[in-house]
């Protein structure tokens, strides 16, 4: 869509020491003329990433008995089509403050600080469980591991005041944007494993 705004002067005009109030009226409309430049139709590949964004979006949707409706599994507030979900990320650790000038101190940023995680189980314990809880900030989105076992390396949770023991985070949570969680935990039994935790949550510290 287009759309253009001009400026008319008048025809009766009102001079005041020579000048025109209407032409200069009219110059300075004209400066603020505005004209709305119409975006590109998408392109056939344009359309293939969007249709796979929400091919992946489905995907990553599953109903939650306890809220009702579908939720999300994974991050998808933004154009999933071509992002690796399973990508590390290797963006490491700052310097010690210790080692930091004035001038460093004062660009500083807020960061996240997980400390602990704990399970609320509802059908008794012990319970063997495994799986990933993952953090993703703003400086790429990529995974940062909070806890990461699989299933023949199961942590034994045998009270509500047991926490998963942590293996991350690898790095400074950045908290200037929103920082993401997702967690897919699983309980191991003989009977067959069961599904314990899923879903995505974030965190902004305004």
Known sequence: MTMTTTASSSEE????????????LALELARWEVEWVPEPEPTEEDKAVEALHLVLCR??????????????????????????????????????????????????EDSINVVSLKVAESVGYPISVFG???????????????????????QVVTSPDDALTLTGPCQGLAATSHTFFEVNLKIRSDDGDKDFSEGVGSVWLQ
């Open 13 to 24: 005009e009102v001079h005041d020491g020579g000048s025109s109030v209407g032409t200069e």
């Open 59 to 108: 995907q990553f949707t599953e109903h939650d008995p306890k809220l009702g409706y579908p939720v999300p599994t994974r991050l998808c507030q933004f154009n999933i089509a071509l992002f690796d979900f399973e990508k590390e990320s290797m963006a490491g650790l700052g310097q010690p403050l210790c080692t930091l000038d004035l001038s460093d101190w004062m660009s500083l």
């Open 132 to 154: 990933t809880v993952l953090a993703r900030d703003q400086v790429d989105y990529k995974c940062v591991y909070l806890f990461r076992r699989d299933r023949e390396d199961p």
